[in-house]
């Protein structure tokens, strides 16, 4: 058997017993449900890892909560550029930042992006239809001319995990989100970006 395949069983072995653990404790979920816990298992190994005890049903509901709205957000009718958003640039030195992201507005309503960031952490949540309140890691920074997203082109969707805290600030205390976001297009050449 390859490593990788090796790795995969015990992967799969400790999403299992995670999922069962959570169910003798809290109860069995839907069949409806099961898949979701599942997801959040699998993405949220770390935080299991760390803090196995802290996986209640709170912390489940917190991770359906921000995933619904993060799930409208990205779905939302008639989308204009948000904060949370992701956003591909290609620059004129040939460049390209498939996955940067709105990071929040200048003064004058500017977008600021960032072009290689982390995971984004929320810190509220958002209301659907407005910028989702958050701060990132990663760089650089820069302030666009709004006028320069091609909003004739319109969004795609990029696959991309957001995190909050389960419950506390602490180490490996984040719960992460995996959500199809919506993801925006500069015009080339239209920033001087590096």
């Given at each position: 058997?390859?490593?990788?395949?090796?790795?995969?069983?015990?992967?799969?072995?400790?999403?299992?017993?995670?999922?069962?653990n959570y169910e003798r404790w809290h109860g069995k979920v839907s069949d409806e449900i099961q898949?979701?816990?599942?997801?959040?298992?699998?993405?949220?190994l770390r935080f299991l890892g760390n803090h196995?005890?802290?996986?209640?049903?709170k912390v489940f509901e917190k991770y359906l909560q921000y995933r619904e709205i993060l799930s409208a957000h990205a779905n939302r009718p008639n989308p204009v550029p948000l904060v949370g958003d992701r956003v591909f640039?290609?620059?004129?030195?040939?460049?390209?930042?498939?996955?940067a992201v709105f990071t929040g507005r200048s003064e004058t309503s500017q977008l600021c992006v960032c072009t290689q960031p982390y995971e984004p952490h929320m810190f509220n949540l958002p209301e659907?239809?407005?910028?989702?309140p958050m701060s990132v890691s990663g760089g650089y920074f820069q302030t666009i001319d709004?006028?320069?997203?091609d909003l004739e082109k319109g969004p795609d969707r990029v696959w991309v995990r957001y995190w909050t805290w389960?419950?506390?600030?602490?180490?490996?205390?984040?719960?992460?989100?995996?959500?199809?976001?919506?993801?925006w297009h500069?015009?080339?050449g239209t920033h001087d970006f590096y």
């Open positions: 058997m390859s490593l990788a395949a090796v790795c995969n069983q015990l992967e799969n072995e400790v999403v299992t017993e995670h999922v069962n898949p979701v816990l599942i997801e959040m298992v699998q993405q949220n196995p005890y802290q996986f209640s049903q640039i290609r620059s004129v030195k040939g460049n390209t930042y498939e996955r659907v239809g407005q910028d989702i709004n006028q320069s997203i389960a419950s506390l600030a602490q180490a490996n205390g984040g719960i992460y989100i995996p959500v199809q976001m919506l993801r500069l015009k080339d």
